[in-house]
């Protein structure tokens, strides 16, 4: 199963926030989440493809969509 989560026009702070608590409280049957975060100032998406670690990722997919990149989370 596979869910998704928009962070756009947070700042990192807000993002790792947002992020931590949304992978703390989800399904444990979700297993793929995209998260968009867009690619304009590409901020929050060098912080989410390069920075950004939780317990719950397995790996990190960036798509041909320069906006959203896919974690791939443990089971």
Do not use: W
Request: glycine share 4%; proline share 1%.
């Amino acid at each position: 199963m596979f869910d998704q989560i928009d962070i756009h026009g947070c700042t990192i702070n807000e993002a790792k926030i947002k992020l931590d608590n949304y992978l703390n409280s989800l399904n444990p049957l979700i297993d793929e989440v995209t998260v968009i975060h867009g690619y304009s100032s590409k901020i929050l998406q060098h912080y989410v493809r390069k920075q950004y670690n939780h317990k719950k990722i397995l790996r990190k997919i960036l798509t041909m969509n320069a906006g959203a990149t896919i974690l791939i989370l443990k089971r």
